[in-house]
T-cell receptor, first 111, second 116 residues
Framework: DQQVKQNSPSLSVQEGRISILNCDYTNSMFDYFLWYKKYPAEGPTFLISISSIKDKNEDGRFTVFLNKSAKHLSLHIVPSQPGDSAVYFCAASARGGKLTFGQGTILTVHP | GAVVSQHPSWVICKSGTSVKIECRSLDFQATTMFWYRQFPKQSLMLMATSNEGSKATYEQGVEKDKFLINHASLTLSTLTVTSAHPEDSSFYIC????????????FGSGTRLTVV
């Protein structure tokens, strides 16, 4: 039972354009959502998070949008840079802090 | 910011031997540590939740006698893979938090285990 889903295994974007990474969830108890960036053979690095009481959170080039009615969140990166190329995981938690991860999306930003 | 150190970063061992992986919070006290496992091209799967001074809580399907977790102090948790087999080969990652979900969690750099 995959409670957090990232249906796009990969995404390719031109440098300078917007990258939009999507994530869907099924558990209505989730109240906190996070995005992580991961390079091969390394641990995930926290990028940005959003609480269920908000619908948008912005940090520099990264913005996360949350649509609770659709149980959908997205990460927007603009402008995209080659250094953004990595695997992006969305994760969700329900109060207790135990994270449930999506499958990840490989982002490739072409110069 | 918070730093979590995980050691070793990679290890190769023979079948039947045990391997210990350490996870340390360097500049904060981690009341809770999590251990994840990641297979190639798959998501991070939570194995167990480790609380300082108490027994770990294992996720369904994870053998507690095979994956021994010890969280003896607020800065150190260890995962021991006992009697390792080739199917235990994977990428193991720990994360640590000070308790509040709004803080997010800091991850270690991961350990690549290969059992031959």
């Amino acid at each position: 039972d995959q409670q957090v889903k990232q249906n796009s295994p990969s995404l390719s974007v031109q440098e300078g354009r917007i990258s939009i990474l999507n994530c869907d969830y099924t558990n209505s108890m989730f109240d906190y959502f996070l995005w992580y960036k991961k390079y091969p053979a390394e641990g995930p690095t926290f990028l940005i998070s959003i609480s269920s009481i908000k619908d948008k959170n912005e940090d520099g080039r990264f913005t996360v949008f949350l649509n609770k009615s659709a149980k959908h969140l997205s990460l927007h990166i603009v402008p995209s840079q080659p250094g953004d190329s990595a695997v992006y995981f969305c994760a969700a938690s329900a109060r207790g802090g135990k994270l449930t991860f999506g499958q990840g999306t490989i982002l490739t930003v072409h110069p | 910011g918070a730093v979590v150190s995980q050691h070793p970063s990679w290890v190769i061992c023979k079948s039947g031997t045990s391997v210990k992986i350490e996870c340390r919070s360097l500049d904060f006290q981690a009341t809770t540590m999590f251990w994840y496992r990641q297979f190639p091209k798959q998501s991070l799967m939570l194995m167990a939740t480790s609380n300082e001074g108490s027994k770990a809580t294992y996720e369904q399907g994870v053998e507690k006698d095979k994956f021994l977790i010890n969280h003896a102090s607020l800065t150190l948790s260890t995962l021991t893979v006992t009697s390792a087999h080739p199917e235990d080969s994977s990428f193991y990652i720990c994360s640590a938090g000070a308790g509040a979900s709004s803080d997010g969690y800091t991850f270690g750099s991961g350990t690549r285990l290969t059992v031959v």
